[in-house]
């Protein structure tokens, strides 16, 4: 299993850009989320799904999109790139998506860069 | 806001002593993890405790809950240059699906 991956790994846009972060899995996870993370604050939810078709917001959702279509992959829009979202972005898993939870499964992540 | 808390938010120890991180929270718990980061790399879950747990063991890790104070601990015994990493504690989010809470991170630094 390739568990977690995303795609791209670096990335730079020019502000007001647009793009999408793509993330999938192979586990057959119901969860899947995803955070920035950013020095001194650590890591902060951005948006996650609890199954296809249902996704939620997080702490921080302005300025992201998501979308569930399949149980593989969630993928992250920025519909107008800023440069406080210059980041590193994380998408995780999970097969817990009740209180009693799981570990969580995370990809290696996408650096971020907006000029 | 934070639900988890960790302390110190830097450790530095020589190869061999043990490193202790704490974290606090601050609502009721199902359960509280704790993950590892490499430098530029993402998070690799460690060790789950439930609330029903006071200590937990895997490996060189030792993890210990206390629900009264609201607080758990991650003890690295015998700690090697490689487990220079960030740790973070996390804590579901109460009846949100499978959303987790984590800490700002401690890091650690052990050298040769």
């Known amino acids: 299993n390739a568990g977690v991956t995303q795609t791209p790994k670096f990335q730079v846009l020019k502000t007001g850009q647009s793009m999408t972060l793509q993330c999938a899995q192979d586990m057959n996870h119901e969860y899947m989320s995803w955070y920035r993370q950013d020095p001194g604050m650590g890591l902060r939810l951005i948006h996650y799904?609890?199954?296809?078709?249902?996704?939620d917001q997080g702490e921080v959702p302005n300025g992201y999109n998501v979308s569930r279509s399949t149980t593989e992959d969630f993928p992250l829009r920025l519909l107008s790139a800023a440069p406080s979202q210059t980041s590193v972005y994380f998408c995780?898993?999970?097969?817990?998506?009740?209180?009693?939870?799981?570990?969580?499964?995370f990809g290696p992540g996408t650096r971020l860069t907006v000029l | 806001s934070q639900q988890g808390e960790e302390d110190p938010q830097a450790l530095s120890i020589q190869e061999g002593e043990n490193a202790t991180m704490n974290c606090s929270y601050k609502?009721?718990?199902?359960?509280l993890q704790w993950y590892r980061q490499n430098s530029g790399r993402g998070l690799v879950h460690l060790i789950l405790?439930?609330?029903?747990?006071r200590e937990k063991h895997s490996g060189r890790l030792r993890v210990t809950l206390d629900t009264s104070k609201k607080s758990s601990s991650l003890l690295i015994t015998a700690s090697r240059a490689a487990d220079t990493a960030s740790y973070f504690c996390a804590t579901p989010a109460y009846n949100q699906g499978g959303k987790l809470i984590f800490g700002q991170g401690t890091e650690l630094s052990v050298k040769p």
């Open positions: 995780a898993s999970s097969s817990g998506t009740s209180y009693s939870y799981n570990e969580q499964f």
């Open positions: 799904s609890v199954g296809a078709g249902i996704t």
């Open positions: 609502t009721s718990i199902n359960n």
């Open positions: 405790i439930r609330s029903n747990e």
